[in-house]
T-cell receptor
Framework: DTEVTQTPKHLVMGMTNKKSLKCEQHMGHRAMYWYKQKAKKPPELMFVYSYEKLSINESVPSRFSPECPNSSLLNLHLHALQPEDSALYLC???????????????FGPGTRLTVL | QKEVEQNSGPLSVPEGAIASLNCTYSDRVSQSFFWYRQYSGKSPELIMSIYSNGDKEDGRFTAQLNKASQYVSLLIRDSQPSDSATYLCAVTPRYNFNKFYFGSGTKLNVKP
């Protein structure tokens, strides 16, 4: 089973709202990722968790707050977002946590976020 | 200079032809190379991974890696209209296998 699931599929929020995106994998993968993708652009890395610890933060604004409650779950908490944060938010996971170059990443279906 | 470069296309090929997608990268010590397919409005789907020089075949797909020339390519044989998508090349640097550098993607149109 190479499935990564994400909820919700679509989310519309105002600039003052607080919401969370959720991601789950049951493949025993050791690393999980958050990406942001704007239309006609490649995915842009935001955060990486390895063994449930934050290992990479690509200078993401603090209005995005990641959380890894356990090895299968990854959340992205959103607060005070701006309209330019509207994008497809992708979660990915990989079996290796960076120790090996054989580090295929598998993406979830994404959450389409619109900030009004 | 971008870490990974791809021709944005669109690349148009007739049904049944071979589609050739190319990707160059700037870091000579890059370790791992991946091709993803992304349909409009969907998430990227891993098609191929390649780690050593030469060719790797999987069904209608062949990935080719040439580390000396710093390019990786994807050939799609017997192209089908369902292959029409954006193809993303991703490369990992030697110092951090968690960090993918993506190219901007090549849009492929396969015409019936």
């Amino acid at each position: 089973d190479t499935e990564v699931t994400q909820t919700p599929k679509h989310l519309v929020m105002g600039m003052t709202n607080k919401k969370s995106l959720k991601c789950e994998q049951h493949m025993g993968h050791r690393a999980m990722y958050w990406y942001k993708q704007k239309a006609k652009k490649p995915p842009e890395l935001m955060f990486v968790y390895s063994y449930e610890k934050l290992s990479i933060n690509e200078s993401v604004p603090s209005r995005f707050s990641p959380e890894c409650p356990n090895s299968s779950l990854l959340n992205l908490h959103l607060h005070a977002l701006q309209p330019e944060d509207s994008a497809l938010y992708l979660c990915a996971s990989s079996q290796e946590a960076g120790e090996s170059s054989y580090n295929e990443q598998f993406f979830g279906p994404g959450t389409r976020l619109t900030v009004l | 200079q971008k870490e990974v470069e791809q021709n944005s296309g669109p690349l148009s090929v007739p049904e049944g032809a071979i589609a050739s997608l190319n990707c160059t990268y700037s870091d000579r010590v890059s370790q791992s190379f991946f091709w993803y397919r992304q349909y409009s409005g969907k998430s990227p789907e891993l098609i191929m991974s390649i780690y050593s020089n030469g060719d790797k075949e999987d069904g209608r797909f062949t990935a080719q890696l040439n580390k000396a020339s710093q390019y990786v390519s994807l050939l799609i044989r017997d192209s089908q209209p369902s292959d029409s998508a954006t193809y993303l090349c991703a490369v990992t640097p030697r110092y951090n296998f968690n960090k993918f550098y993506f190219g901007s993607g090549t849009k492929l149109n396969v015409k019936p």
